[in-house]
T-cell receptor
Framework: GENVEQHPSTLSVQEGDSAVIKCTYSDSASNYFPWYKQELGKRPQLIIDIRSNVGEKKDQRIAVTLNKTAKHFSLHITETQPEDSAVYFCAATRGKLIFGQGTELSVKP | KAGVTQTPRYLIKTRGQQVTLSCSPISGHRSVSWYQQTPGQGLQFLFEYFSETQRNKGNFPGRFSGRQFSNSRSEMNVSTLELGDSALYLC???????????????FGPGTRLTVL
């Protein structure tokens, strides 16, 4: 069945450093890849998404890259700030959203 | 606009009982999806409703069911509760103008279900 693997499960960086989270998916027909951020005790919120006809998308300090051939996509956060600390979920869809296991990002001041 | 709301926020049940959770989507949103969130399994898709019809479902047993009303409000029911059903149940709404699973989903605060 469909599966999304996400790595790493935890990531700790210093404020100002970059953070990269990687995901691979199994269903080659997947063509929509959102990223959600969930702060402690809060609901998940969409931060960026990419569709399969695009290789890269950027929004201020956040960027997502997609390699359809290799079936993987990545989230890049530059100039990290303490408020970036949260759990990040990648997902892939072909009719239903399949989420990765999540990455707990900790940004130390 | 008011966000997605879920009731109740907390529930404690015992094994074998059944439970009904409710979700009110953002006004104008016609699609409602349900997810189970646990520390070990992350976010798992349960089902998605659009215009009172289930468009897609995940890999959960038949004890998990749902429905959607004409005002887009949705309910999820779990029968014969098991200890492993303890989780945070999130619903999410979207406009529904795209195919199921596409576009931004707006999540509710969740219902924390504890099965004893």
């Amino acid at each position: 069945g469909e599966n999304v693997e996400q790595h790493p499960s935890t990531l700790s960086v210093q404020e100002g450093d970059s953070a990269v989270i990687k995901c691979t998916y199994s269903d080659s027909a997947s063509n929509y890849f959102p990223w959600y951020k969930q702060e402690l005790g809060k609901r998940p919120q969409l931060i960026i998404d990419i569709r399969s006809n695009v290789g890269e998308k950027k929004d201020q300090r956040i960027a997502v890259t997609l390699n359809k051939t290799a079936k993987h996509f990545s989230l890049h956060i530059t100039e990290t700030q303490p408020e970036d600390s949260a759990v990040y979920f990648c997902a892939a869809t072909r009719g239903k959203l399949i989420f990765g296991q999540g990455t707990e990002l900790s940004v130390k001041p | 606009k008011a966000g997605v709301t879920q009731t109740p926020r907390y529930l404690i049940k015992t094994r074998g009982q059944q439970v009904t959770l409710s979700c009110s989507p953002i006004s104008g949103h016609r699609s409602v999806s349900w997810y189970q969130q646990t520390p070990g399994q992350g976010l798992q898709f349960l089902f998605e409703y659009f215009s009172e019809t289930q468009r897609n479902k995940g890999n959960f047993p038949g004890r998990f069911s749902g429905r959607q009303f004409s005002n887009s409000r949705s309910e999820m029911n779990v029968s014969t509760l098991e200890l492993g059903d303890s989780a945070l149940y999130l619903c999410a709404s979207s406009l529904g103008s795209e195919p199921p699973g596409y576009g931004e989903q707006f999540f509710g605060p969740g219902t924390r279900l504890t099965v004893l």
